[in-house]
């Protein structure tokens, strides 16, 4: 916490009654705490990555109630926070960097590690397709040192529906400042995945599936809920993804629900359908990396029998995917879902 203020008014892009402020603040620190007044200065400058470790160390905060909203304000912030784009004094080079100020904006790698950056780093002006994905699990790594695995902060359904909603929006955002031209065309693009930059596994990547351009868009089903704290096998993943797929009107509704206001009205508006073709994508793409496995040999025998035993309900994934597909509205969706179809019956084929 004091590292963070400290962050602050080293930034000259911060207003300066956020830099006042959080020497302020920082001063205040030189004293002994308790950790309910902690908590209260990690949400007044909205570092709800330090409230949700406060959350977990303290008796006195409600657990349930804090989870879910301090997940949301990590990528999320109100609009009156130091690094929203609305409060600094300068537009960010690149709008999409303002979607998640935390992430982006705030001019240090790190999160809670202590290997801290004694200045800020230099500003970002360039966008990458994998910028959110290095962000987001360099941001989870480092929250699995600090939280308990068995924390309750570790909400996976928040957690991944919250992560899937920000990839979404991600692409969305790069996909439309890439390309040139409004037409369904060019819409339908900022839909597709962009191929990694080779096959090989890297730490914070998903490994390869079948479909390169696919792995782009499955981190967090790939990466991120395989690893600690989650532990989760493929089947788990798939399980999941479809009961995400099938309860998507209503966790969708909730989540948006909460979302603060967006001051700079840069931040797309994501339908249900916009959201269940990026689900669809990610799901194939678990689904090819499992039946790769499976055929590889590199499934002992127990995983090669559970894989068999799991088909038949993976084949009524697949059958309600391809009939939401077919229902999906407006022609930059329709184009993407019509390829999704093809790849969806290739799947079919290969599980049998």
């Not at 709800?48 to 109630?65: G, R």
């Not at 784009?85 to 001019?107: D, Y």
């Not at 939401?324 to 093809?342: P, S, T």
């Amino acid at each position: 916490l004091h590292h963070e203020l400290q962050l602050l008014p080293a930034d000259e892009r911060v207003t300066a009654r956020w830099r006042n402020a959080a020497e302020q603040r920082r001063e205040d620190l030189q004293k002994l705490m308790s950790l309910q007044e902690l908590y209260q200065t990690a949400t007044d400058f909205s570092l709800y990555h330090i409230v949700l470790v406060i959350a977990d160390t303290s008796s006195s905060v409600q657990e349930k109630e804090v989870r879910t909203s301090a997940w949301i304000s990590i990528f999320f912030p109100p609009a009156a926070s130091p690094y929203s784009s609305s409060e600094l004094g300068h537009a960010p080079a690149a709008w999409q960097h303002g979607l998640f100020p935390l992430l982006m904006l705030r001019r240090c790698p790190s999160f809670l590690s202590r290997d801290v950056c004694a200045s800020p780093t230099p500003v970002l002006t360039a966008v990458s397709q994998d910028e959110l994905q290095q962000r987001a699990t360099r941001l989870l790594s480092e929250m699995a040192t600090a939280l308990r695995d068995s924390s309750a902060m570790w909400d996976v359904r928040c957690i991944a529906t919250l992560l899937e909603y920000c990839n979404c929006l991600w692409f969305q955002s790069v996909g439309s400042a890439a390309l040139a031209g409004d037409g369904a065309e060019s819409q339908a693009s900022a839909h597709a995945s962009l191929p990694t930059a080779s096959g090989e596994a890297e730490e914070g990547r998903p490994r390869s599936t079948t479909d390169p351009q696919r792995a782009a868009r499955s981190w967090v089903a790939l990466t991120v809920l395989l690893q600690r704290p989650f532990h989760f096998t493929l089947g788990d993943v798939v399980k999941f993804y479809a009961a995400m797929l099938e309860q998507l009107p209503s966790w969708l509704k909730d989540l948006q629900g909460m979302l603060p206001a967006d001051p700079s009205r840069r931040r797309p508006a994501l339908s249900e359908d916009d959201v269940y073709v990026h689900l669809g994508e990610v799901v194939l793409a678990v689904l090819d990396q499992w039946v790769t496995q499976v055929e590889g040999g590199r499934a002992d025998e127990r995983s090669v029998e559970d894989f068999a035993n799991a088909w038949p309900s993976v084949e009524g994934v697949l059958s309600r995917l391809r009939s939401r597909l077919l229902e999906v509205e407006g022609e930059a969706v329709r184009v993407v879902a019509q390829r999704l179809l093809k790849d969806l019956r290739r799947s079919e084929a290969a599980g049998r």
